[in-house]
Structures are given as C-alpha cells and as structure tokens.
C-alpha cells in the first residue's frame, strides 16, 4: 500500500504552497498520475488537488487573434470549443484521436504537457533497467521489444517516446507554456518545455521543483485553412501513435506556399519539428516540389533500432500524406478517434 497525504487547493497561491511539501505532486484529471502510482513507478508523498481552481480552466481570445487555453481546460472542452476548431483545427484533431471520449472528459491539457512516457519497460518494475525509474541502471528496451521506440534524438540511456498527440500540434501551432511558482511566472515556448534523455532522462520536462502550468498560450495562425493531424497507429481507435504528423500550411491565393509547420510525434521523447524542410516549402507550389525527397532528408538522421526499423521510411510516407491533406491535393484518411 502507497501511504500519501492528500490536500486540496482553493487557489493557485495556496497550490504552490502546499506543493512545497517534499515529495509532492498536484493532480487534476490524474488520468497518467493514477496509472503510474497503481503500478508502482510514482511513489508522491502527497497529493494537491487542483481541480477546484477555477481561474485554470478559462479558454479564452486574446485581443490579438489568439488563445489563451488554462491547464485544467478538459482535453474535450478544448477539442470542442468553437474558437479551437476554427482557428486551431490542428489541435482539435490532434486531441480529438488522442485516447477515449471518457478519458478526454477528465484528462486536462496541462496533465497531456506533462505525460510520462508510455514505454513497457518504464511501466513495468519487474524490468529492473530503467533509466527513468531508476537513474544509472541501463535501458532495458535497448536490446528489448523496442517497435514502439524513437527513431530521432535517443541515446545510449534512454529511447522512450512522448505519448501526446496534443503537444505534437501544440509545436506546429508554436504554443507558449505559462508556468508558475512561489518565485514569479515564465513562459516556455513549447520546443524548450519538454526535453531530449541525453544523460538525464528521468527529467521529460525543463519543469523546475515546485512549478505550475496554468495555461498554453497560441499565437495568432495562418494555417487553420489548410492543416492536418495524421495518426498511424496499430488499433483504429485509443492507441498511442507509432507515428504522428501535424502539417500545417500558410497558402497564398497561387497555391504558393509562404509558410509550412511539420512535426512529429512517436519518434523522439519530445515533439520533432521538421524546420529544413519546412523551409524548403516556403516560396513554392508544393506541386512543385519533390515531398518524397524532402520528408527522406528531413529525416536523414533517424536511428532505428531492432524492431522498430519500419519507422523512419513510415514517418516519410506520414509527412508526405499530411501535407498533400493539408494542401487539398488528396482527400483525408477515415481516422477513429
């Protein structure tokens, strides 16, 4: 039996207080938290509850044509919100094929920032070699059942993914992160909030002790006329991506591109932008230009390993498919959410 504290905050001042505490964690839809406490990988000596806090739940306009979205938004309420799908559809699409309608119901958007990695050998404490579990024991899934692995910006301690489809689109949109603590407020842009293992990977985010998300900020988007989400996966519906792809496209009345965002999901530990070959869109018809041979440079550096060495030629294909949605030049793939 786990023996933890529990309290609840009325506000975010008081949060921050109670998360002081060591051993510490908040917990609001707990849809990741829950799972890994049941299996023993999360061990918090207290819980702070913040669903109660009502200033995180706001979706709202920003004067400036974007949206400011509070971390206790629901994924559903997100994914639902008239402004979202016709500013933003990216990220509407993005979590709307993101796990089941119940879960979407309690998961929050904070709560998809921070999730952990949905690799077996992390899950599982009877694989005793994890470096995020235990830092300094090896990585079981090196010379394992790796199919689900990354492909780009793994190392020798560690090649578990990022399971959100959210934050994939989330870095396409160049999202903001709004984090908060007893030392002042910052904002992360989203390719610095999560991070590469390296030598450290028990650390997926650049989250310091005792900080808070309370919102995603979007910037104002061109892309909301011709964007797309493709999600590969092995189950039509509430299964992890083997591979993801949220493509959007700033198109003038000439069909020219004058602006592209490509990223990836289910190939790294953080969402993977593509910027060599979205700048290599810019300025052009996109039936002007080889798609083929940009998504297999733009991944040129993909390290595939035992099982999983289907992936880098899979993502190629992913991104050439996404983008043609996203331009009109073939219609979308029937997806399940």
């Not at 599982?124 to 470096?131: K, L, T």
């Not at 989400?229 to 949220?246: G, N, P």
């Not at 959007?248 to 020219?256: F, S, T």
Request: a positive charge; proline letters at 7%; charged letters at 20%.
């Amino acid at each position: 039996m786990i023996d933890f504290s529990y309290a609840r905050a009325a506000d975010i001042d008081g949060a921050l207080r109670l998360v002081a505490h060591p051993g510490a964690r908040f917990i609001a839809g707990g849809t990741n938290l829950i799972d890994l406490v049941q299996q023993d990988v999360e061990r918090p000596q207290r819980l702070v509850d913040i669903t109660k806090i009502a200033a995180l739940r706001e979706i709202r306009e920003l004067p400036n044509g974007g949206m400011r979205i509070g971390a206790l938004a629901s994924n559903s309420d997100v994914a639902r919100h008239p402004a979202i799908v016709e500013r933003y559809p990216l990220l509407s699409q993005a979590l709307l094929s993101g796990a089941s309608p119940q879960l979407r119901n309690l998961a929050t958007v904070g709560g998809n920032l921070l999730q952990r990695t949905r690799c077996y050998y992390f899950y599982d404490p009877g694989f005793p070699h994890c470096n995020k579990r235990h830092p300094g024991s090896g990585c079981d899934a090196l010379e394992g059942y790796n199919r689900i692995h990354a492909i780009l910006g793994a190392s020798e301690h560690c090649i578990a993914v990022n399971p959100s489809d959210m934050c994939v689109a989330l870095a396409a949109l160049d999202a903001i992160v709004e984090v908060r603590s007893m030392r002042g407020s910052r904002r992360i842009p989203l390719p610095d909030f999560h991070r590469l293992p390296g030598t450290t990977p028990e650390r997926d985010t650049n989250l310091a002790p005792g900080e808070l998300v309370t919102a995603v900020e979007l910037p104002p988007s061109a892309l909301a006329a011709h964007s797309f989400y493709l999600k590969i996966r092995d189950r039509a519906s509430y299964a992890f991506a083997l591979v993801s792809v949220a493509a959007g496209l700033d198109v003038d009345g000439d069909a020219v591109v004058r602006g592209a965002r490509v990223s990836l999901g289910g190939v790294a530990q953080k969402p993977w932008r593509l910027p060599e070959l979205e700048g290599a869109l810019a300025g052009k018809p996109l039936s002007a230009v080889d798609l083929g041979q940009l998504a297999a440079t733009a991944l040129k550096s993909a390290h595939p390993y035992q099982y999983n060495a289907f992936k880098p030629a899979l993502a190629q294909r992913a991104v050439v498919r996404a983008l043609r949605v996203a331009a009109g030049l073939e219609p979308p793939p029937q997806q399940e959410a």
